[in-house]
């Protein structure tokens, strides 16, 4: 009980130190407050908005225009998400009709399909700026607001917004009667602040990818029939008053119609989903964590397979606390709706309708999403890598343990994104993941690069820091950044410090180029063992020899570009090894010559398969 009763104060703690304490010399963030009002027809799936919005200009700029992301207005016919559909080799499937073949495709934008009372939209009503009426435009997703007078550096200005919107039909992420039958998705449904930063204003036009938005404060009321129940982000204020979350719950209504109000602290998105089958359970992690799910409750089945991951994300909080630094808010709900799963702040969206292990993956890989986005605000569109490769690699370690139980980690928990990273890599359509989200050639270029590259890079980084430092970097990572916008050379320089061991080389060849690792054992003699680097990605590199006698040496060969050595380890694959450090291998030199004092049986170039060799046949004496 005490956790509970320590919690406000602990994030206040959090907030306040952690907005005073820059990481980097001039480091800024601006913030955003938001109080709605929303009026919902469930009927014609239209709501009418009112926002208050206070947002303080940080900076040392003066702005004359502010931008708004109108999400919805995406999924009109002529639209850019329309047109990528249309033009990209491999859409998403959940976003077109193929009216061919799987060998010869025809696709069709689903958006192209929808009629007028289908689309989605966002039609601002009025617009005032400090009480005075301010000039805007809208461009697509993209609201431009010109500002009656400038919002100095260090000032807070004042709007008041208006609008009437209408959700479209579930084609991504957001819309009515998703798949499943939920009425509501609401994502990205507001007219939301663009972020401003050092690099400027960041106004992608939505095509269906990621997303970034300053940190803030959301105080939303949600007017909708009586007979739904909501699932959203942050605290429910009123619980007593409305259905689902309270057995005795006498429901206030006017005209028919609930009020939902929902507060959230230094979230940077704000998401609700509703449908009058709703049901609601919750659950407390050891922390005091509140987790509560939304969902349809279909049948026994899936009732078990909810009930079960809702105890199975508990634990996941508990674990993550450990490995990755408190989870710093009180509550967390996932919700049945969306079209396969999404992040969002103190919330997700997941399809419900799975088997246990998928709905258990899907939960794990958006609860871990808190930390990489949703702690640390990570500018997905530009670094899709660092957000979801480093989730999902905290998803995997978070499965593996507490789902399959396999107790301690393997050394490599990430082997089948090594896998996919491999095909990726050998199948000329990867691109250097430093190239922007929205612009990748395939999905499947991006969703291998994002997804899997990025968690090679961060476990290939433990073999080159060593697991305990890699750990060690999380944390600190954790008491820096938290709350902030963070780059992924923030979290290079800490992985630096945390080490003492270089990294640039190696951020600069995984993100920059689409250079592979490809290392050889050349020959064995009984006196000396030759390697050979076949690639242009020069890597330290694990030997463990294996001699006649039954004896093992580990030898680590450091790289000249680390300027230090990587600590010995304690893995399983190294037990028993003498460990022998050499000099480090030049980048320059194509072969590195080993002498050896007995005879060897095996020789293996990195048994704890962390380093990303794209051909690793030649990594074993004798060859398997």
Known sequence: MRILYLFPAILLFLLTSTLVKAQRPGYWQQAVDYKMDIDMNEKSYQY??????????????????????????????????????????????????????????NYQSRIELLKEDQIGYQKIKTLQYNGVDAQYKVDGTILEVTLPQALEAGQTGNF????????????????????????????????????????????????????????????????????????????LQNPNEVKGYQKNAKI??????????????????????????????SAKSKAGINVNIVYLPKNDSTINNWKTALGLATEF???????????????????????????????????????????????????????????????????????????????????????????????????????????????????????????????????????????VLVVQLGYIIGEENLKNTFLEFYKQWKFKHPTPNDFKRIAEQVSGINLKWYFNLMINTTRKVDYAIETVTDTEITLVNKSDFAMPIDLLVEYEDGTKE????PLREMRADKPAEELKVYAGAKRTVLEDWFWTKPSYEIKLDKKPAKVTIDPSLRLADVESSNNTFPKK
């Open 48 to 105: 009418q908005g009112k926002m208050e919005l206070k947002y303080s200009n940080n900076s040392n700029q003066s702005l004359k225009k502010v931008y708004f992301h109108l999400y919805f207005n995406a999924f009109q016919p002529g639209s850019m998400m329309d047109y990528r559909l249309k033009n990209i080799s491999d859409p998403d499937a959940r976003m077109v009709i193929n009216h061919g073949t799987k060998e010869k495709p």
């Open 554 to 557: 580990l030898f680590y060969i």
């Open 252 to 281: 206030k209504q006017h005209k028919g119609k609930a009020t939902w109000h929902y507060k959230a602290e230094n979230i940077h998105d704000f998401v609700w989903a509703s449908d009058s089958k709703f049901l609601v359970d």
């Open 160 to 235: 008041i917004v208006t609008w009437d919107a209408q959700v479209p039909e579930q084609i991504r992420r957001s819309g009515r009667n998703s798949k499943e039958g939920v009425a509501l998705s609401m994502a990205q449904w507001y007219p939301k602040m663009a972020h401003f930063d050092e690099f400027g204003w960041h106004l992608d036009e939505y095509i269906g990818r990621e997303f970034i938005a300053p940190f803030g404060n959301f105080d939303v009321k949600i007017h909708i029939n009586k007979d739904f129940v909501v699932g959203a982000s942050g605290i």
């Open 317 to 455: 909080f508990d674990f993550c606390a450990d490995r990755f630094g408190p989870y710093p808010w009180p509550s967390y709900t996932i919700i049945q709706g969306g079209d396969g799963g999404m992040e969002y702040g103190t919330a997700t969206l997941v399809t419900g309708g799975r088997n246990l292990k998928s709905l258990v993956n899907v939960i794990f890989h958006e609860a871990a999403h808190s930390w990489y986005q949703h702690l640390f605000g990570i500018n997905e569109t530009v670094d899709e890598w660092f957000d979801e490769g480093f989730t999902s690699y905290v998803e995997e370690l978070g499965f593996q343990t507490l789902f399959e139980k396999r107790g301690a980690i393997e050394a490599n928990p990430s082997i089948e994104a090594y896998r996919s990273y491999y095909k990726l890599a050998l199948s000329g359509k990867e691109e250097p993941a430093s190239l922007l989200a929205d612009y990748y050639n395939s999905n499947y270029a991006y969703s291998n690069q994002a997804y899997n590259k990025g968690q």
